[in-house]
């Protein structure tokens, strides 16, 4: 049985160490762009989070995202490109 679905581009940030939220910023059928996209937007997301001005770097970068952390509060990040099936897609 082939099972459908696509690759999520997924942000986790967390406040603290437990209180995490996922965010999918892209989405790919093919799991090899999924992991190019993780790549290309991890490295984006890290200069800004080394940046001098992380807070407003940050704000910039997430705002097209709908983030509802306090960005000056995120204390980690993670990507990830997990498989979603398409029955749990919204």
């Known amino acids: 049985?082939?099972?459908?679905?696509?690759?999520?581009?997924?942000?986790s940030l967390?406040?603290?160490t437990k209180d995490c939220n996922d965010y999918v910023l892209d989405s790919s059928p093919?799991?090899?762009d999924c992991h190019q996209m993780l790549e290309s937007y991890g490295?984006?997301?890290a200069v800004a989070w080394g940046s001098d001005f992380a807070n407003?770097?940050?704000?910039?970068?997430?705002?097209?995202?709908n983030v509802l952390e306090p960005i000056e509060r995120?204390?980690?990040?993670d990507f990830t490109c997990p498989f979603?099936?398409?029955?749990q897609l919204p």
């Open 56 to 65: 407003s770097d940050l704000t910039k970068w997430l705002k097209p995202y």
């Open 74 to 77: 995120v204390t980690d990040y």
């Open 43 to 45: 490295d984006s997301f």
């Open 1 to 11: 049985m082939i099972v459908s679905g696509v690759y999520a581009l997924v942000l």
């Open 30 to 32: 093919v799991e090899k």
């Open 84 to 87: 979603i099936p398409d029955e």
């Open 14 to 16: 967390c406040i603290g």
